[in-house]
């Protein structure tokens, strides 16, 4: 125990995410088998102590409880543990009829066996690894692996259309989800949902996303190839002291614009900590990772277990750097990001975090301050104290305002040198490496106020208020307008009813319409219209999903498959009871 007790004491700290102490917790249990009563005590105790989210905590005993349930349900017969971290072939331990097997792949998707999906869901998919030297959809040579982590593989690629054009830089980065990510139904929908919020974001100070893409049963997207080195490993090496203000600037100001842009887009980072900004070669400034988590299960926590629509019920985070709100499970906000900036700016100016690392619920409840870092003026002290309030009403704003406060009133002297001139500075304290953000940090499932769909809606002639004529009733007649909305919906409501229909849509693109329980597309709209009876979109989306049943019914029927024709349209109107050709389409063929 005294191992996972460390990598919890890491992930407290920052230096872990939770993919690997979920690894470190499959460790424990495949080497002692018999502390799985300990460690619920365990879980238990950090629960009623409030030191680690309870989404956190629910993610660890998802984990624990697969390993309760194969024991048993083997009982009589034979034991599986389950684990990240085997080779996938038998291993025996004893005599009796237990075995080792590899990592753990999710039955496969109900989606698969009651519904015909145009698009098949991946975890119906076997994920082979690509090696070097493979090509993906004829284009991309993979030429060498250049890293890895829990969610895949980051390879140097050669793109051939580039070469073909004579570009002189023809490389590029290239993740591959790893087999176990892959097998998970919601990976799909995580890798789409990063590349593109990324792809959105066309900012110098933002990593360049360039598309997304499957090849057979491999899923990757493309990236930007940079040179450089982390801000948490410059961090590292300049520890004991940290940076001067004067070479720590360009670097926050790089920082900085890039959230910013985000916001601006209505994108909050959410996840931001030293390990998601990097230094480029040329000295700028890059901000990555931008809601990759927010999309994506928990590993070993079932589809089922949680609402993929409902982000603050199972969202991950980096307690170092998360904010209050986000342990409260809060609303997602601009602030979130200041608040981490906040945490970063203090350690490249001193070496250290502004609390030791402690997270800021425990920090407040401490009431902790920000030790002045001398060889700044009490205002540009005080502008990391703004940003690093524990509470959002008193924090900065805007990154626009932090920055002319952490300024201060030298602007003369403290010119900004802009990222160029302080090249120099960079290179003499950053190593040069090849990077590729492949999730090395915390996966963090959390949302941003007003993303945009994936899927575009179509051009719709209704009325916002008008009831669908195809979900009434046949023998009923649309009225002229439905009741208007009691009340216009407030930010919060309104922020969490984009987030669900993004989801909605990514559910449907990939087939998941009723299945698995929890995690589909009707659901997802269903819940939409709980909090906004006269949604368009969701009931635009519901039409869509009927569509695609009557569809599939019709094709059915024509087929002569009259079986198959009935599983449609019972799936058709579980979606959308009173669909009228549905109905239609059922009566007809009852009476064949």
């Not at 191992?3 to 995410?17: H, I, K, V």
């Not at 980072?269 to 700028?284: M, S, V, Y």
């Not at 601009?334 to 425990?362: M, W």
Request: glycine share 8%.
């Amino acid at each position: 125990m005294d191992e996972f007790r460390a990598a919890l004491d890491d992930f407290f700290t920052g230096r872990m995410d939770l993919d690997r102490l979920l690894g470190r917790l499959d460790a424990q249990l495949l080497l002692h088998p018999n502390s799985q009563t300990e460690l619920a005590t365990l879980l238990d105790e950090l629960q009623r102590s409030n030191r680690i989210p309870a989404q956190i905590v629910t993610s660890l005993r998802a984990r624990l409880a697969q390993y309760t349930e194969s024991a048993e349900d083997a009982a009589g017969g034979e034991t599986r543990i389950r684990s990240d971290r085997g080779t996938g072939h038998p291993v025996p331990i004893s005599n009796q009829a237990t075995r080792i097997v590899g990592t753990p792949v999710p039955s496969p998707s109900r989606v698969a066996q009651t519904q015909a999906s145009s698009a098949p869901p991946l975890s119906s998919v076997h994920a082979s690894r690509p090696l070097v030297g493979d090509i993906l959809n004829g284009r991309f040579v993979l030429e060498d692996e250049i890293g890895r982590g829990g969610m895949g593989v980051v390879y140097l690629a050669k793109d051939l259309r580039k070469e073909e054009a004579r570009d002189r830089d023809p490389y590029v980065a290239i993740k591959v989800l790893n087999e176990a990510v892959q097998q998970n139904p919601d990976a799909f929908i995580a890798l789409q949902r990063e590349a593109k919020k990324a792809q959105r974001l066309a900012h110098p100070n933002v990593a360049t996303v360039y598309d997304f893409d499957r090849d057979g049963d491999r899923v990757y997207m493309t990236m930007e190839l940079m040179q450089g080195e982390s801000v948490e490993h410059l961090i590292k090496q300049i520890r004991p002291s940290g940076l001067p203000l004067e070479k720590a600037l360009p670097i926050i100001e790089g920082m900085a614009q890039g959230l910013a842009y985000a916001h601006r887009k209505d994108i909050v980072h959410a996840d931001f900590k030293p390990g998601n900004a990097f230094i480029l070669q040329n000295g700028e400034i890059k901000v990555l990772d931008f809601g990759i988590a927010r999309a994506f299960n928990p590993p070993g926590q079932n589809s089922g277990d949680a609402t993929v629509f409902d982000p603050a019920k199972w969202e991950a985070l980096t307690p170092a750097y998360a904010s209050c709100e986000m342990f409260d499970q809060a609303a997602p906000d601009p602030r979130d990001d200041i608040y981490a900036l906040g945490c970063v700016s203090y350690e490249l100016l001193t070496g250290r975090h502004p609390f030791d690392k402690l997270p800021a619920n425990q920090a407040r409840g401490r009431k902790l301050i920000p030790k002045p870092i001398s060889g700044l003026s009490h205002r540009q002290n005080q502008a990391l104290v703004h940003a690093l309030a524990f509470e959002r009403g008193e924090r900065t704003p805007d990154l626009e305002q932090f920055l002319r406060e952490l300024k201060g009133g030298n602007d003369a002297n403290l010119k900004w040198w802009g990222l160029a001139a302080g090249v120099p500075l960079l290179l003499a304290v950053v190593g040069v490496g090849i990077y590729l953000w492949i999730d090395g940090g915390t996966d963090r499932p959390k949302s941003s106020p007003r993303p945009t769909p994936v899927v575009e809606q179509p051009a719709e002639t209704r009325p916002a208020a008008t009831i669908p004529r195809e979900l009434l009733e046949p023998d009923e007649t649309p009225t002229a307008e439905a009741k208007p909305r009691p009340k216009e919906l407030d930010a919060e409501t309104r922020a969490k009813v984009e987030r669900i229909l993004e989801v909605a849509e990514l559910h449907r693109m990939v087939g998941r319409y009723l299945e698995p329980k929890g995690s589909n597309a009707v659901e997802a709209y269903q819940a939409v219209l709980e909090m906004d009876p006269g949604n368009r979109k969701a009931r635009n989306g519901l039409d869509q999903v009927a569509t695609h049943f009557t569809n599939q019914a019709r094709q059915a029927m024509e087929q002569g498959d009259n079986s198959a024709a009935q599983t449609m349209l019972n799936q058709g109107l579980r979606a959308v009871p009173k669909h009228r050709e549905l109905q239609l389409l059922k009566k007809r063929l009852q009476s064949k």
